[in-house]
C-alpha cells in the first residue's frame, strides 16, 4: 500500500462520520504522525509503499478513529498557538477558541513594565493557556491550579518538553477552604466547565465518550458554578485593577457578564470570537 492510497483510503473512509474537510485533515494528520513526512513531501512521495510495521500502525489507527476516538488522543498531540501539546483522554484538546483567549490576554499585557506580576490558570488541564501565555510573557509568573492528578501530570510534562517555568498546585477551586493558600494575581483567567449534563445527547461523540467529562460538565446542571465561584475568589486574590478573563459559552455570555456585574466587577468586556459568537469576557475589580 503506497502513502497516496492510503492516505485517500483513510479519508473516504471518515467520511462516515465526519464532513469531508475535517476528514481530509484528520487523514493528513494521521499520515504525518504513521511516516514522519510533512503534507508536501508525502505528495512528492505518494507511490512509495508503507512498511508492514506502518501498514499495520494505520489499521490499528482506523480502528480507533472510526470508534470515534480523537485524532489527537491517537498521536499524543495538539497544536495550540504554534506549540505541540502532549494530551491524552485526562484533559481536554486545546480548542481554536482558546487560542484567541490566549491572544486577548497577550495583547493586553505585552507593553506592561510592571516587575513580578503573577498570573493563575484555574482548571489548566493541558497547560495550553499558562504555558503558552508564559512562553509570549516571559516575564510572569505563572501558576496553575487543577483538581485532577492525571491532567497536572500533562500539564507538568508540556511545561518541562515546551520549557517553560510554571508552578503546578492540585486544588479544587469549588472548595473555598483551600482558598487560603493562594495569594494575590495580578491576572486570573479561567476556561471551566459549563456544560449541563442534560445538554450531552446533543453532543459529539468523540467528546462526549472519549473526553474527560470533569473537564466538561458542571454540578447540579448549574452552568454558572464555576463562574460564581471564581468569581468569589477573584475578589479576595486580586489586587485593585487586576483582571478577570472567562471563555464561555455564547449562550452564557450574558449571563456571566450579569453575574460579574452584581458582585462589583467593573470595566467588563465582552469578546466575540473568529465566528462572530460571545465567547471571552474580561472584567476588572
Known sequence: MTIGKVNSELSEVLQSIYDNREAANIASMVMEHITGLGKGERIIRKNEDLSAEQIQ?????????????????IIGTAWFMGLPFFVNNAVLIP???????VEWIVEE?????????????????SGCIPVSIKKKLPGLNVSAIDL?????????????????????????????????????????????????????????????????HLALFVENDDPLVFYRKIAD???????????????????????????????????IEIRKDLQGKDRMIKASY
Do not use: C
Open 233 to 267: 475568589f477573584s475578589k479576595n486574590h486580586l489586587p485593585a485593577n487586576g483582571i478577570l478573563y472567562f471563555e464561555v459559552s455564547e449562550t452564557l455570555a450574558n449571563d456571566v457578564a450579569d453575574l460579574l456585574q452584581k458582585k462589583g466587577f467593573k470595566k
Open 57 to 73: 500502525q494505520f489499521i490499528n489507527i482506523e480502528h480507533r478513529l472510526l470508534e470515534h476516538e480523537p485524532v489527537q488522543y
Open 109 to 125: 499585557n505585552r507593553k506592561s513594565k510592571t516587575e513580578n506580576r503573577k498570573l493563575l490558570d484555574i482548571g489548566t488541564g
Open 148 to 212: 485532577s492528578t492525571e491532567a497536572l501530570k500533562v500539564a507538568g510534562k508540556n511545561a518541562q518538553d515546551l520549557k517553560t517555568a510554571i508552578q503546578l498546585i492540585q486544588s479544587d477551586i469549588l472548595s473555598e477552604d483551600e482558598w487560603d493558600q493562594f495569594g494575590v494575581y495580578d491576572i486570573i483567567v479561567s476556561n471551566p466547565p459549563y456544560i449541563a449534563k442534560a445538554e450531552s445527547a446533543g453532543m459529539q461523540k468523540n467528546v462526549l465518550h472519549h473526553e474527560p
Open 95 to 101: 480548542r481554536p477558541e482558546t487560542e484567541e483567549l
